[in-house]
């Protein structure tokens, strides 16, 4: 499931909407090389920040929010299509290629701007590791702030490999994000924890096809990629609700990504880490479109068999992408070996850095 075309369901919601220019996605990370051939035809716009050093195209932090971008806005028919291709996106950077790190008093004020330009959703796709999911006063207001506008932050878990939480991923109304291999199974570089258990969900995070400062391609892993394939659904999400007629609503999406998760099946030792479980596109659209999750629904989406209390339009719709859930979950019955664990010790206050594979060591050592 390196390709965000493979992803059940997603295919389907493509046939009902592509991304609605109303519907606007920050993407508070690297710079972005909005010239990539991928974005041509793309609605994005630059925020001013304090970074102010030029795009570099072999800058580490450069590539990271050039590849997370690509996932959201990559324009259909070019070598990455992204996943809201029409979509408004606003690039508000905050790590610079010799800085990796920032305040949380930073991400606030990126926050900030973000709401103020209209954002609904703003992905993260970095943050700070805590002991309990604490946040300095900033960052919990800038938080508090989006809750009060009903602007939906969606956050990196983190790479660690533990049972640990960061912000701003374990703040509240926040959508944490893990990762998950293509078996749907969690990697074992992403994190989990008590908090991740109520609010977060797992999406793809394995050489994750995207687009790199000054052209071309490269696959990357962690969650810091999970993070926008959900941004990118929840963006659909919300298009759909315009679609429809209605307000677009990030709150009730947000619960709809989270009510529809499906099992990771993972075995009882790990079961902590499917969160609250993986991101099922098919499900959170019916929600979305006024349907009820009812036990049946599930059984759906999660085993391809059985049909009862569904109507026939949903099932022809779904019977493509839940084959491919089933081969899926199929798969995630075997063995499998993932990427190891990488722990890191506390970060102090003022740090927040950007979530990679612990593979791609240029990036997740900054």
Same mark, same amino acid.
């Given at each position: 499931?390196?390709?965000?075309?493979?992803?059940? @369901?997603?295919?389907?919601?493509?046939?009902?909407?592509? @991304?609605d220019s109303q519907v606007c996605v920050a993407v508070l990370d690297g710079l972005v090389d909005r010239d990539h051939a991928c974005l041509a035809g793309a609605n994005l716009q630059r925020l001013p920040t304090l970074v102010q050093e030029e795009l570099s195209a072999t800058g580490a932090m450069s590539l990271h929010g050039t590849h997370v971008a690509s996932i959201i806005f990559g324009q259909h028919g070019s070598e990455i299509p992204g996943i809201a291709p029409k979509c408004r996106g606003l690039i508000?950077?905050?790590f610079s290629d010799n800085r990796s790190r920032v305040s949380q008093l930073d991400i606030a004020r990126a926050i900030e701007s973000a709401v103020s330009a209209g954002a609904h959703i703003i992905n993260i796709s970095g943050g700070q590791l805590t002991e309990i999911g604490e946040a300095e006063g900033w960052l919990e207001s800038a938080v508090q702030l989006c809750n009060d506008n009903n602007v939906l932050i969606v956050a990196a878990a983190g790479n660690d490999g533990c049972n640990c939480l960061h912000v701003p991923a374990a703040l509240p109304a926040v959508l944490a994000v893990g990762a998950m291999d293509d078996r749907g199974q969690p990697l074992n570089f992403s994190n989990w924890g008590k908090t991740y258990k109520d609010q977060g969900i797992l999406a793809p995070g394995e050489n994750i096809l995207g687009a790199k400062p000054g052209g071309g391609t490269t696959r990357l892993s962690g969650t810091s990629f999970a993070t926008p394939v959900i941004s990118g659904v929840a963006a659909l999400l919300l298009s759909l609700q315009i679609k429809q007629g209605q307000k677009p609503d990030p709150s009730k999406v947000r619960e709809a990504i989270l009510k529809s998760a499906l099992p990771c099946y993972a075995d009882t030792e790990s079961a902590d880490r499917c969160l609250v479980g993986k991101l099922n596109v098919l499900g959170a659209s019916y929600l979305i479109q006024g349907g009820k999750m009812s036990e049946q629904l599930e059984g759906v989406e999660a085993a391809g068999c059985g049909c009862e209390g569904i109507t026939q339009t949903v099932l022809e719709e779904t019977v493509q992408a839940q084959q491919q859930l089933q081969e899926s979950l199929e798969s995630a019955l075997l063995s499998s070996t993932s990427l190891p664990p990488t722990p890191e010790s506390l970060?102090?206050?003022t740090q927040i850095r950007s979530f990679s594979s612990p593979s791609n060591s240029i990036m997740s050592n900054n």
């Open positions: 499931m390196a390709d965000v075309t493979q992803i059940p @369901g997603i295919q389907s919601l493509w046939e009902k909407t592509g @991304g508000v950077p905050i970060l102090t206050s």
